[in-house]
């Protein structure tokens, strides 16, 4: 069983596009999270939700825009796709808002802008 | 400013050999510590971690961290390396109090680990 799964695994698409990523974990946490990890992998928190409300946002352009429809699941929302925009976006979650629980994460993300 | 930093982007060590990846942060407060694993295509799997406690720390595929707050670092060792281990590893913190007030790690830049034979 996977424990944070997302889909879709590769996304490659067109600039200009509007496209999602959905994400859903089994574990029971109450807190999930959005990262982006740039070509030198250098990771980044995006946004963080818990029990459906959005508790981090980033500085992150609005054209990125997060929903969570239950606590299980959190999906990532792009409008007008950039070059910018390429990297592999994961998933994640914890148990809580404490910061001495660990995350959890997906596998990934690979989103390619043509 | 709070910060977290790994030396060497990239370490290389034959099979069988100590593996050594260094994690150091800058904190007045000692973080909470973590060292994730990502091997290529996939996401980061957490090795281990250190909240509270013994300041020895063990984790899966024989890896152990130890804190040492005198030198602010968290480094990464196993004794013996395989060629399974050959992947990026990056050393996460989350700062006491947490900027923020939330669950928010902040990364390294992450250390690439080669095994050769």
């Known amino acids: 069983d996977t424990a944070v799964s997302q889909t879709p695994k590769y996304l490659v698409t067109q600039m200009g596009n509007d496209k999602s990523i959905k994400c859903e974990q089994n574990?029971?946490?109450?807190?999930m999270y959005w990262y982006k990890q740039d070509s030198k992998k250098f990771l980044k928190i995006m946004f963080s939700?818990?029990?459906?409300?959005?508790?981090i946002n980033e500085t992150v352009p609005n054209r990125f825009s997060p929903k969570s429809p239950d606590k299980a699941h959190l999906n990532l929302h792009i409008n007008s796709l950039e070059l910018g925009d390429s990297a592999v976006y994961f998933c994640?979650?914890?148990?809580?808002?404490?910061?001495?629980?660990?995350?959890?994460f997906g596998d990934g993300t690979r989103l390619s802008i043509l | 400013a709070q910060s977290v930093t790994q030396l060497g982007s990239h370490v290389s060590v034959s099979e069988g050999a100590l593996v050594l990846l260094r994690c150091n942060y800058s904190?007045?407060?000692?973080?909470?510590l973590f060292w994730y694993v990502q091997y290529p295509n996939q996401g980061l799997q957490l090795l281990l971690k250190?909240?509270?406690?013994?300041?020895l720390v063990k984790g899966i595929n024989g890896f152990e961290a130890e804190f040492k707050k005198s030198e602010t670092s968290f480094h990464l060792t196993k004794p013996s390396a395989h060629m399974s281990d050959a992947a990026e590893y990056f050393c996460?913190?989350?700062?006491?109090?947490?900027?923020?007030?939330?669950?928010?790690?902040?990364f390294g830049a992450g250390t690439r680990l080669a095994v050769h034979p």
């Open positions: 904190s007045s407060v000692p973080p909470y």
């Open positions: 994640a979650s914890s148990r809580g808002q404490g910061n001495n629980q660990p995350q959890h």
């Open positions: 250190y909240t509270t406690g013994a300041t």
């Open positions: 996460a913190v989350n700062f006491v109090p947490p900027p923020g007030g939330y669950n928010k790690l902040i």
């Open positions: 574990l029971g946490h109450d807190t």
């Open positions: 939700y818990n029990n459906k409300e959005l508790i």
